[in-house]
């Protein structure tokens, strides 16, 4: 069956700009969740849904991230402001239950 | 401070070998773990799991064993095959605590040689 996919594959923005990154879960999977890797990290958690809600936030890092999901089902993040630090690898994960996390391939986000 | 921690960088293994990737973590909460494979420019990709409950879970050539009293876990590849050759994070998460998020190691970058 398909996987997660996520949208675009890479995105080139400039400081200041505002960006919104897009997720497809696997089909019927309740739970979505973001993460964010940099260079030689690991992922690091942003967010998580359960269904529409967003029922874990707590690793958004400022203000300017924010995310939906209001179908339950295809997901956006959405960065405001845009600043060099935010450059790195944003990825998509979904799960039918509360274990484990199938990803995507990412959204390469880079930040001039 | 690093709740999951892959203290070796990068591994080589001969092919045909063993592999032994190895985890520490240092939150008594978490009670789920997993691996998961990266290939460049694409997603981690699972791999195998372990539930606090066992100590123990094969599939396959993929092997993880969990130490609690330890806080270790590690995972074995054999035998080991130069397409296993890829970066492996360890991830934990604390499901009786209602957390799901993952907490991810740094990674270690395997190399199996022909």
């Known amino acids: 069956g398909a996987g997660v996919s996520q949208t675009p594959s890479n995105k080139v923005t400039e400081k200041g700009k505002y960006v919104e990154l897009r997720c497809d879960p696997i089909?019927?999977?309740?739970?979505l969740y973001w993460y964010r890797q940099s260079l030689g990290q690991g992922p690091e958690f942003l967010i998580y849904?359960?269904?529409?809600?967003?029922?874990?936030d707590s690793g958004l890092p400022n203000d300017r991230f924010f995310a939906v999901r209001p179908e339950g089902s295809v997901s956006t993040l959405k960065i405001q402001r845009t600043e060099r630090g935010d450059s790195a690898m944003y990825l998509c994960?979904?799960?039918?239950?509360?274990?484990?996390?199938?990803f995507g391939p990412g959204t390469r986000l880079t930040v001039l | 401070d690093q709740q999951v921690k892959q203290n070796s960088p990068s591994l080589s293994v001969q092919e045909g070998r063993i592999s032994i990737l190895n985890c520490d973590y240092t939150?008594?909460?978490?009670?789920?773990f997993l691996w998961y494979k990266k290939y460049p420019a694409e997603g981690p990709t699972f791999l195998i799991s372990?539930?606090?409950?066992?100590d123990k879970n094969e599939d396959g050539r993929f092997t993880v064993f969990l130490n609690k009293s330890a806080k270790h876990l590690s995972l074995h590849i054999v035998p080991s095959q130069p397409g296993d050759s890829a970066v492996y994070f360890c991830?934990?998460?604390?499901?009786?605590?209602?957390?799901?998020?993952?907490?991810f190691g740094k990674g270690t970058k395997l190399s199996v040689i022909p």
């Open positions: 849904f359960q269904g529409t809600g967003a029922a874990d």
């Open positions: 991830a934990a998460s604390s499901l009786r605590a209602g957390s799901y998020q993952l907490t």
């Open positions: 089909s019927g999977h309740t739970a």
């Open positions: 939150n008594s909460m978490f009670d789920y």
């Open positions: 372990i539930s606090s409950i066992k």
């Open positions: 994960a979904s799960s039918p239950g509360t274990d484990t996390q199938y």
